[in-house]
């Protein structure tokens, strides 16, 4: 029998303390928990090694598992436990410590999941915007152009050019940071489940993998699974289809946008419905899908709170990372709405510091995406498709 020294690393343990975990140490190991999941696999089921994994700072073991994604935070688990320990939060701090130790530049990890950085992150988007702005002489009201027909354009007060020289390489730089973070955390899995990793490569096939874990990501269905926070499925659903309807709008309004001077460019006559720079009219099937993407966020947002704070004694509050996301998403959705209705209503001195903090928050969003809670969507797909394609039950 081969003896296999345990090096604790008490600074992990620390740190998911810190990132909510704190009801760690109550864990006794009696396995109620992996027995009340639903999601939890028969083979090798979570949560239960993963809290003796975390009581022992095993973070190499915690990292390389995609159980940790696997659970949907339904705390169904944080609700049965006899010791009062929350396996849920502890999770979801691991999570969480997961997504920093994937994403690069470390420190930008660490600053978004601490509120001590949180007024300079904010800081960052605050000065590049003013700066553009003192640059156009726009920084006071009555500098700003109006449109022909009198009335308030945003293009006008920060011209797309350079919304889009600040936002393309924001975009490109999620990307990047989303693209080596999920290669870094793909090979980390492959390397930790060797075995697991031969079924893969018997089984095939990682393409029909990745099409049907799509398929259970469109539907969410696995939150249908949970017991004590069904409602989930709903508030998680409509977030999850108005960020693709947000997309789809940005998307949209790029062709807008830049479609006409293209197509002159390839010596084609503009098709008339490519509308040129904003703002467009509310008839328009853009604006459509972006206000009823804007407003299902603040519906989709506004349940995920309302069940955190219904469900807060037997799931437990939420972290500040969690809170922070949400907060953000929040903020982007009202201030968009909020920045066309002043504008309609062409008040002026409203709707440019709203518009203002649109950027700002959408500024936020974006850059720090591989950072914070949003990467969970990515972090969680990949663990799926590995967990799927190695034959583990999702
Ligand atoms: S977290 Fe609770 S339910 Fe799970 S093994 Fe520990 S004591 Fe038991
Ligand atoms: S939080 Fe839910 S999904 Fe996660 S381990 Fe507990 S019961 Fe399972």
């Known amino acids: 029998m081969s003896n296999q020294l345990i090096k604790p690393d008490l600074n992990f343990v620390k740190d998911v303390i810190a990132s909510g975990g704190e009801s760690l140490k109550k864990c006794f190991q009696c396995a109620t928990c992996s027995v009340v999941c639903n999601l939890s696999p028969d083979d090798k089921p979570f949560p239960r090694k993963e809290m003796i994994y975390a009581q022992w700072g095993l973070k190499d073991k915690l990292f390389s598992n995609p159980d940790i994604w696997l659970c949907h935070q339904c705390s169904d688990c944080t609700a049965y436990c006899p ?6 939060e502890v999770l979801n701090a691991v999570r969480k410590l997961s997504i920093q130790n994937y994403s690069v530049p470390r420190f930008l990890g660490k600053a978004v999941g601490s509120p001590s950085y ?6 960052i988007p605050v000065v590049v915007f003013l700066v553009l702005l003192a640059s156009l002489g726009h920084l006071s009201i009555s500098d700003i152009p109006r449109t022909a027909s009198g009335g308030i354009s945003y293009a006008k007060f920060l011209p797309s050019l350079y919304v889009d020289s600040v936002f393309m390489p924001i975009a490109a730089f999620a990307v990047a940071v989303f693209a080596f973070g999920i290669y870094r955390y793909w090979n980390d899995l492959a390397r930790a489940n060797s075995e697991a990793r031969w079924r893969m490569v018997l089984k095939g096939g990682l393409i029909n993998t990745i099409i049907s874990t799509i ?9 249908k699974k949970c017991d004590v926070v069904k409602d989930r499925q709903i508030s998680h659903l409509l977030v999850f289809y108005s960020f693709i309807g947000l997309a789809i709008t940005t998307a949209w309004a790029v062709a807008y946008l830049y ?4 197509m002159k460019l ?3 006559k503009p098709f008339s419905w490519l509308l040129g720079e ?4 509310l008839t328009d099937p853009l604006k459509w899908l972006a206000n009823i993407s804007a407003l299902a966020l603040i519906v989709g947002i506004t349940l995920v709170v309302s069940n955190r704070l219904k469900n807060k004694e037997k799931a437990g509050k939420g972290s500040y990372f969690d809170w922070l996301f949400i907060t953000v998403v929040y903020l982007v959705a009202l201030s968009g709405i909020l920045a066309e209705v002043f504008r309609l209503a062409d008040i002026a001195i409203l709707a440019y ?16 995406a591989p950072f914070s809670k949003m990467a969970h969507m990515v972090y969680r797909a990949t663990a ?5 394609s190695t034959g583990r039950e999702i």
Do not use: E, T
């Open 83 to 88: 010791r009062g320990a929350k396996p849920g």
């Open 118 to 123: 949180l007024v300079l992150l904010f800081a």
């Open 215 to 223: 398929g259970v990501i469109l539907s969410h269905r696995l939150f």
């Open 259 to 262: 479609g006409p001077a293209i």
């Open 266 to 268: 390839l010596g084609l």
């Open 278 to 281: 904003s703002p467009y009219p």
């Open 353 to 368: 510091p709203v518009y203002f903090i649109h950027l700002v928050v959408v500024f936020f969003l974006f850059i720090y």
């Open 384 to 388: 799926m498709v590995f967990a799927k």
